[in-house]
């Protein structure tokens, strides 16, 4: 437990009754899960380079992990031990009707220093792997991310056999340099992130063999004749890589939440801010192997090199590392993301199955067409999407828009959705989705390195994967068969991908670049998605520990009531829609 005093935790004892009585009386199987995070900087827990600061959770680097089941209701007490505000934000997970609790800018203050917050959310109607990560900063770079499990209810069939163990591997790229001296390079003068990486950290350790005298490296003990399960998430900044077992295949199962056919494969396409499930089954002589992680669609060589070690192996893997396919060649990684596709026959939390609910029918109401770009502001270099360069505003568009319909902090749907503006602008970006619709997004990628778009609250049906340009003509390519559904989804270099998104969960909601100097510099958006049908299903009101930061200072007084005849009706009512 922390030491931050009784009182803390007294009253988190009442939040966590009261969080376990609605529960019950709501009728949600779920469990309540208490988490108490201290989030430091550590100068002695660098993998690779003395004195960096790394961003550890409770001491751990990577942070711990979240296992939770289904349904849960996860409360995690974060007590922010840095020199800076912090945030953070659960990569995937689609938080419904709960936009206070997504971690993101627009939608929360920031935890101060030497201050506590807890979030609290329910991991409802979703099974998967998924992680999570600081999002405001550039905090990312030096850590504090870790990984997320929400299993299945009992009354949920897994659509293969139990595993005999599951193992978390969170990969990314790793840069000797301080996130806090990237990032101010970032912010000052034109830099790049690909100039800057040293190798790809496996759970937070640096290569097998790296320097051939390091002997912190990722290992995982296996027993010959077993099948495990590995939950894998590209936790870095920029760089996609290739993933493989030497002398092993890897069964595919599972993407951020949705069970996929199961397609046997040689080696697999990570992307930033992605997370899938592999089966291995361990059919090899007992030896011990390499696990390898490459760049892939970029030139950059590092590598990240883990350890699978048969029980009774008295060797450690040597020689090269097992070829994977040529990182040039975007047809593979392609041509493989094509492959992936929804399990339309598999139970899941919702729908279930999960081919009750498919896109071969919709028809959608609005169609996004975003460009990424870069572009010089103010003589810096900035990121846009339509020639918008996201500014963050010091009061959250969530709080804004709840206290006073956004006026004064965002003017929704002041930028163009479906054409890029001829001069670039420094503004904070905010687009109308319409409840309970559907929306077509197609992302074009105009640069020349690997992007990802992550948008909070939905998944994502990625029906089209094309080079080059996007015409009304591509819909003729896409499938809306069974599409994948993710949270996190790649756009080639000068290639564009199409999603379909049912836009069922009111609240304000991040869509951005997961490759964090883009990110940083200006590659985001968000949805506001509201509800205005007197229907129940509603957001929430606000949490009663709801932070008030920029212009609003403190709660503001109560408004007063209206007509006699209004006060039950529309009043009860504004409190739930905003």
Not at 127 to 138: L, Q
Request: contains cysteine; hydrophobic residues 35%.
């Amino acid at each position: 437990m922390a030491c931050f005093g009784d009182k803390y935790s007294t009253l988190f004892v009442s939040v966590a009754a009261l969080v376990a009585v609605l529960v019950f009386v709501s009728g949600v199987e779920g469990d309540y899960v208490y988490l108490e995070w201290n989030v430091s900087a550590s100068l002695d827990r660098s993998p690779v380079s003395k004195d960096q600061p790394v961003i550890t959770i409770n001491g751990m680097f990577p942070g711990p992990l979240i296992n939770c089941t289904t349904n849960d209701v996860i409360g995690v007490n974060v007590f922010n031990n840095l020199d800076e505000p912090l945030l953070i934000t659960w990569n995937g997970i689609q938080q419904r009707l709960n936009s206070w609790q997504d971690g993101v800018s627009g939608t929360n203050c920031p935890i101060q220093p030497a201050t506590n917050w807890t979030y609290e959310f329910q991991t409802k109607d979703q099974i998967g792997t998924f992680s999570y990560f600081p999002s405001i900063n550039f905090l990312k770079a030096g850590g504090g991310f870790g990984p997320i499990r929400v299993n299945n209810r009992n009354v949920i069939k897994v659509p293969f056999p139990k595993p005999e163990t599951e193992f978390d591997l969170l990969i990314g790229d790793w840069s000797t340099h301080s996130y806090k001296a990237v990032r101010e390079s970032l912010s000052s003068k034109y830099g790049s992130l690909s100039t800057n990486f040293t190798c790809l950290l496996m759970n937070g350790k640096a290569p097998y063999s790296f320097p051939p005298t390091h002997d912190e490296y990722a290992s995982f003990n296996v027993t010959r004749g077993k099948t495990y399960l590995f939950r894998i998430s590209n936790v870095g900044t920029a760089l996609s890589f290739n993933f493989r077992i030497d002398k092993h295949q890897l069964v595919l199962v599972e993407t951020e939440g949705s069970y996929t056919n199961q397609i046997t494969l040689d080696s697999l396409d990570i992307h930033v801010g992605q997370s899938y499930s592999v089966l291995l089954t361990t059919d090899n002589s007992i030896s011990s192997y390499y696990i390898a992680a490459t760049p892939t669609q970029t030139n950059i060589r590092v590598a990240g090199v883990g350890v699978l070690r048969y029980a009774d192996s008295t060797t450690l893997p040597t020689g090269p590392l097992p070829i994977g396919p040529d990182p040039s060649d975007p047809e593979f990684s392609l041509n493989q993301a094509r492959s992936i596709r929804w399990n339309l026959t598999a139970g899941a939390a919702r729908p279930n199955p999960q081919g009750m609910f498919n896109v071969s029918n919709v028809t959608t109401s609005q169609t996004f067409l975003l460009h990424n770009t870069r572009t010089q502001l103010f003589h810096n270099t900035h990121y846009t999407i339509n020639n918008v360069s996201y500014y963050t505003p010091r009061t959250p568009l969530k709080l804004s828009d709840y206290l006073n319909n956004g006026s004064g902090v965002f003017y929704p749907d002041l930028y163009p959705t479906n054409f890029t503006q001829r001069v670039a602008v420094n503004g904070t970006f905010v687009a109308s989705g319409t409840h309970k619709e559907w929306l077509e997004i197609v992302f074009f990628n105009d640069l020349e390195a690997m992007d990802t778009w992550h948008l909070d609250g939905f998944g994502l049906f990625v029906v089209g994967y094309g080079h080059g340009l996007w015409t009304p003509m591509s819909r003729l390519t896409y499938n809306v068969y069974d599409p994948v559904v993710r949270s996190s989804v790649q756009v080639y270099p000068t290639g564009w991908t199409a999603v379909y998104v049912y836009l069922d969960n009111p609240g304000m909601w991040n869509l951005r670049s997961e490759r964090l100097e883009s990110w940083f510099l200006g590659q985001e958006m968000y949805v506001r998605v509201t509800d205005y049908d007197p229907d129940p299903a509603r957001e929430r009101a606000p949490p009663q520990n709801l932070l008030y930061c920029g212009i609003y200072h403190s709660p503001p007084p109560p408004q007063p009531p209206g007509p006699a005849c209004d006060t039950v009706v529309s009043g009860a009512s504004a409190a739930i829609t905003r």
